[in-house]
């Protein structure tokens, strides 16, 4: 079956500007989980959803980062007011259950955010 | 605040050597602890999960232990091609979904 896929898988824009990341889980997960990922580092946590709801925001690095999921599947990352240090891959992953549970996360391809 | 530390950051090994990856970790108190591969570009796919219960997990030429009383796992390949070579993720479930390491850099030479 489908995968996790995220769109678009490149972005590029300008300091200031205002971006929407999308991720579509696996068909039936309920868990949702968005993550960054920066040159040479490994991937830092930003929120997680069961469901509709925002499990655990406590990621998100300031009030300029915010995410949805209005019907508990397809979620959006949004960035408000970019920066160059916001440049990063961001990556999201699903899971049938809770972060918390023994279930393993797929990841998706990422979108690569290259703010100038 | 949980902490994962995979050594060593790059590796190089000639075709057909087994290897072994390391990952400390500083909160014992987790959920599970999974290892990941991440190809150049690419997303992560999941190799390898081991629930907080268990002691190792193996598929194929990978094997995967825990101690996680010490903060410990180990990734172990067997008999490795070239096309092991990419960069191998540890990430540990506990109050936060995963924290993850840096990564070991693994390149096979044919």
């Known amino acids: 079956g489908a995968g996790v896929s995220q769109t678009p898988s490149n972005k590029v824009t300008e300091k200031g500007k205002y971006v929407e990341l999308r991720c579509d889980p696996i068909s039936g997960h309920t868990a949702l989980y968005w993550y960054r990922q920066s040159l040479g580092q490994g991937p830092e946590f930003l929120i997680y959803f069961q469901g509709t709801g925002a499990a655990d925001d406590s990621g998100l690095p300031n009030d300029r980062f915010f995410a949805v999921r209005p019907e508990g599947s397809v979620s959006t990352l949004k960035i408000q007011r970019t920066e160059r240090g916001d440049s990063a891959v961001y990556l999201c992953a699903s899971s049938l259950s809770s972060g918390r549970s023994t279930d393993t996360q797929y990841f998706g391809p990422g979108t690569r955010l290259t703010v100038l | 605040k949980q902490e994962v530390t995979q050594i060593p950051a790059a590796l190089s090994v000639p075709e057909g050597e087994n290897l072994v990856l390391n990952c400390s970790f500083t909160?014992?108190?987790?959920?599970?602890l999974q290892w990941f591969r991440q190809d150049p570009g690419k997303g992560l796919t999941s190799l390898l999960l081991?629930?907080?219960?268990?002691r190792e997990q193996t598929s194929g030429r990978l094997n995967a232990s825990l101690d996680k009383s010490s903060g410990r796992s180990t990734l172990y390949i067997a008999a490795s091609q070239p096309g092991d070579s990419a960069t191998y993720l540890c990430a540990v479930a506990g109050n936060t979904p995963l924290v993850f390491g840096k990564g070991t850099r693994l390149s096979v030479i044919a």
């Open positions: 909160d014992s108190a987790i959920y599970n």
């Open positions: 081991i629930q907080s219960s268990q």
